[in-house]
């Protein structure tokens, strides 16, 4: 590991003067650069501050570093201090309500035992539109067809389960949206490992053996092999 003597120069926040609606949240990220030309993402490196908590506070918790929460209609910085090297940003929380919820895309089809990615479009009543993907709450009508993730990283992350088809929901502040979702590709039946019952003779150095494998499905046939959980006896 080599630790260079460059400096920091300067301190960027991004993003810069946002407007975010009371209730919602905001997610800051810092760049630095330094004094050898190099620049570098210090979101998690930075101390993040709001000069007015009662209008948003900010994070810097491990998990959530960085993500302001809209407390009350009014305006706050937000500051990013490196060392002794700040930058700080205006923050504005509206008072504008969701009104409505688009999910994107509508009524999609997806393979069996695969996974897409659903967002969502807020609405609010000062017209401006703003990604909740992360803020709402996801759900499926019927789970064992496909279900979709809540958890931070993989919000509306979908993972389908069989064929059929189920109702994918969005739901923030009372509003909520829906859209169908079907499974294709059919049930699967069975799994063929190749290459089958393979010799492996260890000689020397490590090489990897690369297995994959075949689904059989009631309508079709195909490569799931980044699909299956694999194990070692």
Do not use: C
């Not at 030309?37 to 998690?44: K, Q």
């Not at 948003?56 to 305006?75: C, M, P, R, Y």
């Not at 490590?206 to 079709?220: E, K, T, Y």
């Amino acid at each position: 590991m080599t630790v260079s003597n460059a400096t920091l120069s300067s301190l960027v926040i991004a993003p810069l003067t946002p407007e975010t609606p009371k209730g919602l949240t905001a997610q800051f990220t810092a760049t630095g650069s330094f004094s050898d030309a190099t620049t570098r993402n210090l979101s998690f490196d930075v101390v993040w501050s709001s000069l007015d908590p009662l209008v948003a506070t900010i994070s810097n918790a491990v998990d959530s570093k960085g993500l302001a929460n809209a407390v009350d209609a009014g305006t706050t910085n937000i500051t990013a201090t490196f060392g002794t090297t700040p930058a700080s940003t205006l923050m504005t929380v509206s008072a504008a309500n969701l009104t409505s919820i688009a999910i994107s895309p509508a009524t999609p089809a997806i393979l069996n035992l695969f996974s897409g990615q659903m967002t969502a479009t807020g609405t609010f009543s000062d017209s401006s539109s703003l990604a909740i993907t992360e803020q709402v709450l996801w759900a499926s009508s019927v789970p064992a067809i496909a279900a979709i993730s809540n958890s931070t990283g993989s919000e509306g992350r979908v993972s389908t389960l069989s064929a059929g088809v189920t109702s994918i929901s969005a739901s923030l502040d009372g509003v909520s949206a829906d859209t169908g979702l079907t499974v294709t590709g059919g049930n699967l039946t069975s799994i063929q490992i190749l290459p089958a019952n393979s010799t492996y003779i260890h000689t020397g150095p490590v090489i990897p053996l690369q297995m994959s494998a075949l689904g059989s499905f009631d309508v079709a046939g195909r490569n799931v092999s980044t699909e299956v959980t694999w194990t070692s006896s």
